[in-house]
């Protein structure tokens, strides 16, 4: 069966739940869950802002090897149809995104936090989605707040983010790139999923710890949304 047969909505949606639960409660051998990550790096030195941005810098050098994780008995056994090169870039964007949102506050076990970290996923494509879902760009629920989100529109935003990945990953050039591995893959690959972490990062930084700067005196629950 051929890669981008094995790609369908469904199978990203089980990536992403499986991603998901191994970054917040582990699972891999030798790779620290988001919050045990964003520990770490709240016990550096520097504002949250910095200790943010190192995070950024260093899970875009780590995505350049994610191909190393397919080693890993844990990416092996995936219980879903999804390449494990694929699957190993998500688990590792995942915990990244998901440790921003701990450094800035969120509870990443509540499943509202869940799909505002896949969102992130989407890269700069978050901020339509969320528009599209009915979340006011401008005028953001903050930790409080998301917790008020209704479940339907949770799902809408779930669904996008997993259409969005599917094409992203379901493109002809991502396929045939990760055919080229035992070449020059590694290399070529590495470079577009640093590229890709590196937006995605600074979208998850936008959404979770920079906008708090921007809370409205009259209701500290309401941020603006400025992922442009």
């Not at 499986?18 to 917040?24: C, F, R, V």
């Not at 002809?172 to 020059?184: D, F, H, T, Y």
Request: hydrophobic fraction near 45%; glycine fraction near 10%.
């Amino acid at each position: 069966m051929s890669k981008t047969k094995s790609l369908t909505h469904d199978s990203i949606m089980k990536a992403l739940e499986w991603s998901y639960d191994k970054a917040i409660n582990g699972g891999i051998p030798g790779m620290d869950t988001s919050i045990e990550l964003a520990e770490s790096y709240l016990q550096k030195s520097g504002t949250l802002d910095e200790k943010v941005k190192n995070l950024i810098l260093w899970q875009n050098t780590k995505s350049a090897t994610s191909g190393l994780l397919t080693g890993l008995g844990g990416i092996i056994t995936l219980p879903v149809a999804v390449p494990a090169n694929i699957t190993s870039v998500i688990l590792v964007q995942m915990r990244m995104v998901a440790a921003i949102a701990h450094m800035g506050g969120y509870d990443v076990k509540d499943d509202q936090v869940k799909t505002f970290v896949y969102a992130c996923l989407a890269g700069n494509g978050a901020k339509d989605i969320l528009k599209n879902a009915g979340i006011q760009i401008g005028r953001k629920l903050a930790v409080t707040g998301i917790k008020r989100i209704p479940f339907e529109v949770i799902k809408k935003i779930n669904q996008a983010v997993g259409f969005r990945l599917l094409t992203k990953f379901g493109g002809k050039g991502v396929i045939n790139l990760g055919k080229m591995v035992p070449l020059a893959g590694g290399i070529i690959g590495g470079t577009v999923d640093a590229l890709a972490t590196n937006t995605i990062g600074n979208v998850a930084y936008k959404l979770f710890i920079q906008e708090k700067n921007f809370k409205s005196n009259d209701n500290p629950d309401i941020i603006d949304m400025k992922l442009d």
